[in-house]
């Protein structure tokens, strides 16, 4: 019998309350990661409950190669995949506007319409700019292809679009617990385990489980050169911005300048991580995870990986005749990527800060049952 949504993500939520259950009662996991310091302060884990631990989890695999219960056990007790399948009905039920929370579910049509509406949208306007998609070298200016207001309307409208939306489902997502105040202690810790990624090394330094139950810090090294390229190349828009506005510096920048050496740095840690990232999904262990995400977790990965070679490849050849067709497909993917990211796997981050900030606040506030360390 086919399931509606509801009964879905109700029986997900079951699943992810009985195995905390279990888990809350063995305890051998404890010192593993945040989810299980948490998990002791709670007797019973409602939807609440679940849906901030899932987030919380970082799916780094090491409690399901230390779990005595874990299949074929009949306790079947598999927490990264239950967790894993819980996160999407997150996204999806703190989604706004409501009814978009269903494209997670649909991430690899999502994902191909929006590469194929960015793409179009650019080729299209090089086009009608006039001299085909082939012209002669004009020292590099972007401009005399895309006019600078044309690209600050487009990408603001569209900016201010993802900020809104995955700002208003974190907040919503935030509400449901109201955790108290956010101390400073507090907000630096959190942010510094998001930084750092901490919760990624299986709670004693060696990494995550992949493959098989061997440890491997690739996870991590391939989630900072995708986290810290990403920043990187945001802070070299960021100084190209203000070079332009405040000081009158209008592209095209030189080699040396510093919102090129950003954005090369940035570019190269976009072409490592992602590509990194990619081998380590496909080889992940198959009960780590859930399988019917990948396609959303290769939507980014992908994403990411050509918006950085493009640009390199803009970069590189920014004086030749393919300027034009090269700066096209690369404000594409850039397009297509900034479509995607309030209703796929970007949205992972924003959500499990917010988790991790709720944790930081938690643990400082005393635990009235008394159960595991405070």
């Known amino acids: 019998m086919n399931m509606t949504l509801t009964q879905l993500v109700a029986a997900a939520e079951a699943e992810a309350a009985r195995e905390l259950t279990i888990c809350n009662a063995c305890r051998y996991c404890e010192g593993f990661c945040a989810v299980f310091p948490a998990m002791t302060r709670r007797l019973e884990f409602g939807r609440n409950d679940v849906h901030y631990l899932a987030n919380l989890c970082h799916n780094c695999g090491a409690c399901l190669h230390a779990c005595q219960y874990a299949p074929p056990h009949e306790f079947g007790v598999n927490l990264p995949r239950a ?151 945001l802070a070299s828009t960021t100084v190209a911005t203000l070079y332009h506005y405040g000081l009158g510096l209008a592209a095209p920048y030189a080699y040396t300048s510093l919102p090129v050496v950003l954005g090369t740095l940035g570019g190269i840690g976009l072409l490592i991580g992602p590509l990194g990232l990619f081998l380590l999904n496909i080889r992940r262990h198959p009960d780590h995870g859930d399988p019917a995400q990948k396609a959303m977790d290769h939507g980014l990965i992908w994403l990411l990986f050509l918006v950085s070679l493009t640009g390199l490849l803009l970069m590189v050849l920014r004086d030749t005749a393919a300027m034009t067709a090269l700066l096209a497909v690369h404000l594409g993917f850039v397009m297509a990527l900034f479509l995607t990211m309030p209703y796929g796997k970007f949205a992972h981050g924003i959500f499990r800060l917010a988790a991790l900030l709720k944790f930081s606040i938690e643990k400082r506030q005393p635990n009235r049952l008394r159960l595991g360390a405070d």
């Open 83 to 233: 967790l894993a399948e819980l996160r999407v009905d997150t996204y999806s039920e703190f989604a706004w506007p409501r009814a978009a929370g269903a494209l997670y579910r649909k991430s690899g049509a999502y994902v191909a319409l929006s590469l194929g509406a960015g793409l179009a949208l650019f080729l299209l306007l090089a086009l009608m700019q006039g001299g085909g998609l082939v012209r002669p070298a004009n020292g590099g200016n972007f401009y005399a292809v895309f006019p600078h207001n044309l690209l600050v309307t487009l990408f603001g409208a569209v900016s201010a679009w993802v900020a809104l939306s995955l700002g208003i489902g974190v907040l919503r997502f935030w509400n449901v617990w109201k955790p108290g105040p956010a101390s400073p202690a507090a907000t630096m810790e959190a942010l510094g385990n998001a930084l750092t990624l901490k919760y990624l090394d299986g709670g004693h330094g060696e990494g995550c489980n992949e493959a098989d139950d061997r440890f491997t810090r690739a996870r991590r090294v391939a989630h900072h050169f995708t986290f810290y390229g990403f920043m990187l190349c």
